[in-house]
């Protein structure tokens, strides 16, 4: 994989801070003109899929918790303490679902921030569009399907706001309409933007270290030290966001603020 | 004008946006701070809508850097 790329890239250093982005198929599949290549992207999703599960399930059957079962232990509660401060106790249900999310999310950006030179070229799968947009829309078909079963027509009431003088209605309604569909796009482009800029800004920075020489060099070395915590936190804290936000999406569909 | 110089004028006129996300992030602080000092028992639970708060106000700067981008690279 490592050779391949460098190859690909004609010799030209990877000075590129764009480089990083690139999807290239590991395993050719073609299925009846859909290309369904296995790419860098597919196995590192696998990855995040694996550690996630490798986290969640590795002794998890003793009273007294050892570090691992903590760690997944505290990921349980802190998702669940969020869930029933938004949505209550009427969104059970979407636990699974909103743990996933940001498990996957999260395992997803923490490997992102992983860079074992030759070995393991780092690949963070959140930081293309598709994949968060992807996320975003499923979450937002979700949200209104919950919303339509569970108050028919009376949903539509969410465009609605009530204690607006009536001049101000019409474009009220259509403000709140148009932010409704709005939501899949900024849900997305949150989490990828975040996403790429960060790691965008870390090659930067990593090309001012070796641009500047033994002795310049270590000026942006510790800014760079500064940033990849940063990062991690951001990492972090993204994957939380789109999982509040989307607690957020299904208690207007549950429980209809407006 | 020639296309490629105004594509390039075009991205740094869309990077001022993070200007707006600076001046958001540094009000979220500053306003946690001082609301965390005057009642700091307060604090601690308020620490995640700050962290919310945060989040939301870089995504938007973002934006105007995804613009940039998208203007670098798909025109």
């Known amino acids: 994989m490592a050779s391949e790329s460098h190859s690909a890239e004609g010799g030209g250093m990877a000075l590129d801070p764009m480089h990083q982005f690139e999807v290239h198929p590991i395993l050719k599949i073609n299925l009846g003109g859909i290309d369904a290549s296995f790419t860098n992207a597919s196995l590192w999703m696998v990855i995040c899929v694996i550690s996630v599960a490798l986290l969640l399930l590795a002794g998890s059957s003793k009273l007294v918790p050892g570090r691992l079962q903590s760690v997944g232990e505290l990921a349980y509660e802190f998702i669940a303490n969020m869930m029933r401060d938004i949505l209550g106790d009427s969104g059970r249900a979407f636990f699974p679902l909103i743990f996933t999310l940001f498990m996957f999310i999260l395992a997803a950006n923490m490997w992102g921030m992983v860079n074992i030179p030759v070995l393991l070229h780092p690949f963070t799968v959140t930081s293309h569009i598709i994949v968060t947009f992807a996320m975003a829309m499923f979450v937002f078909i979700l949200a209104t399907i919950v919303g339509f079963v569970k108050h028919g027509a009376g949903y539509l009431k969410l465009f609605v706001p009530s204690g607006v003088p009536a001049i101000l209605l019409p474009l009220l309604v259509v403000i709140e309409t148009i932010s409704y569909f709005t939501r899949p796009i900024s849900l997305s482009v949150r989490l990828f933007a975040n996403m790429m800029a960060g790691h965008t800004m870390l090659k930067v920075f990593a090309g001012f270290v070796v641009g500047m020489g033994l002795l310049g060099g270590f000026v942006p070395l510790a800014i760079m030290v500064a940033l990849t915590g940063l990062e991690i936190l951001v990492a972090f804290l993204q994957a939380y966001v789109f999982a509040v936000l989307t607690c957020i999406y299904l208690n207007d569909a549950i429980n209809m603020h407006h | ?75």
């Open chain 2, 1 to 75: 004008m020639e296309p490629e110089a105004a594509k390039l004028i075009g991205a740094g006129l869309a990077a001022i946006a993070l200007a707006g996300a600076g001046v958001g992030i540094g009000h979220i602080f500053g306003n946690y701070l001082s609301g965390a000092l005057r009642n700091p028992a307060a604090a601690a639970s308020q620490f995640p809508n700050l962290l919310l708060g945060f989040a939301l106000a870089e995504a938007t700067g973002l934006f105007g850097l995804v613009v940039a981008l998208i203007i670098l690279f798909v025109f």
